[in-house]
């Protein structure tokens, strides 16, 4: 009889803020033997819910196991089986249409039709729903990663989010733990300056870790100077729309540099 009384833990390691919400522990309309994560939004009021619906954990209401509030906080609502998928149409490889509620976890989010997504809140579903696929030993792909608006007819939900460009970003984050909104105090740009002046200041062309960061440095410089090449050109003017948006760019340097790195290490 699975639950998720283990995801609060993995959350916490991978730095999110999580709030256990009521007797969260002990909420659950059955057992369930979650393989795959579905991603909603509740339609509430527009702006910040004062908290969670409470109507989530009213049993026979579609709640979900997850809500993930404007600032990215996640709260455990549910550790069992509950109806977040409703009555969904649409089956996938090993999941039958009725059967989505038994065989995955719902994401609820703050968040209605046409309303902004916070980055710390996407960054948020995110990783959550990484952590979740990582736990069931699932990967993120369209079998076992999905919008409630593409399994249930009708439905607008998750409103705004592309549910393909969603799951390269999970996939992303499952690989290299880069989230798609990076954190300011760790830019490229403000750190490895930096970086730089420490490696020269205190040369020990002796030791394989001084000359592995070197070349390392080196390199990752270098791609990032392409890579801001090519957002030159891409975009056209100040008042073009963005082709690549400095999220975009920080998410292929965390890619090349992983990449430097096996290559390094190989
Ligand atoms: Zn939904």
Redesign the pocket.
């Known amino acids: 009889m699975a639950n998720l009384s283990w995801l609060p833990s993995a959350l916490r390691a991978a730095g999110f803020d999580v709030v256990e919400f009521g007797d969260w522990r002990n909420v659950s309309r059955g057992t369930f033997n979650p393989i795959a994560v579905?991603l909603?939004?509740d339609a509430s009021a527009r702006g910040d819910s004062p908290g969670v619906p409470a109507y989530m954990q009213t049993p026979g209401n579609?709640g979900a196991q997850i809500w993930i509030d404007r600032y990215g906080k996640i709260y455990m609502v549910g550790n069992g089986l509950m109806w977040?998928?409703?009555a969904a149409t649409e089956g996938r490889a090993g999941i039958p249409y009725y059967n989505w509620n038994a065989l995955s976890v719902?994401i609820?989010t703050d968040h209605t039709t046409g309303e902004d997504w916070p980055e710390a809140q996407y960054n948020a579903m995110v990783g959550c729903a990484g952590t979740l696929l990582a736990g069931f030993g699932q990967s993120p792909n369209r079998d076992r990663l999905v919008g409630?608006k593409e399994i249930?007819a009708g439905?607008p939900?998750?409103d705004g989010v592309d549910m393909n460009t969603f799951r390269q970003q999970v996939a992303v984050y499952m690989a290299t733990g880069g989230l798609p909104y990076g954190d300011d105090d760790l830019s490229w740009s403000e750190n490895l300056p930096e970086l730089d002046d420490n490696l020269n200041a205190q040369p020990d062309k002796q030791n394989p870790a001084w000359v592995y960061m070197l070349v390392t440095w080196r390199l990752m410089k270098q791609a990032r100077a392409e890579l801001d090449e090519i957002k030159a050109k891409v975009g056209a003017g100040p008042n073009a729309p963005a082709v690549l948006t400095d999220a975009d760019v920080n998410r292929i340097a965390t890619a090349v540099a992983n990449l430097l790195k096996q290559r390094l290490e190989s």
């Open positions: 579905v909603h939004h579609n977040q998928a409703g719902g609820e409630h249930q439905n939900d998750p």
